[in-house]
């Protein structure tokens, strides 16, 4: 068992939104690795950053992907840090994993000021430069497609992936 597509990219991309949308074209389900570790937890993801801390955070986050990978087969979508661990990029190899891509401007208009997200709490501007520059690369290394999600509604995005996956289908 394995998802159709992993949908991977920084807060504000569109993964859940997308996600939705793509699951919803295929007859599949979907599911956020950010949703299990809230459900996981107890807790909201916020206060698992402040009560536990972010080392605990992304040991939760191992456990969810690895999870999700080995158990789920409709459309994935992992929170945006996931692929800084190299477990998580590891075993994402032969997977057909999605980045969707988003540039500084759109991805601010998206998340507002960061209103529960632990990683934008302070200067959430400059805090998502940084966030898409470090991470950038590794979404690339992992992704067997990119997808431009900037100025493009959630709608649009989804079409371009559901043809790609038919695509691959008849290929």
Known sequence: MAPVCVLVGVMGAGKTSTGLLVASGLGVD??????DIEARAGKPIPEIFVDDGEEHFRTLERDAVATALASFDGVLALGGGAI????????LAGHRVIYLSVELTDAVKRVGLGTGRPLLAINP???????????????????SQTVVTDGRTPEQVAEE??????NDRVG
């Open 30 to 35: 979907f599911r956020d690795t950010d949703s």
């Open 84 to 91: 800084l661990a190299e477990e998580n990029r590891a075993a």
């Open 125 to 143: 501007r400059a805090t998502l430069k940084h966030l898409l520059d470090q991470r950038r690369p590794l979404y690339t290394e992992v992704a």
């Open 161 to 166: 992936i559901l043809a790609g996956l038919a």
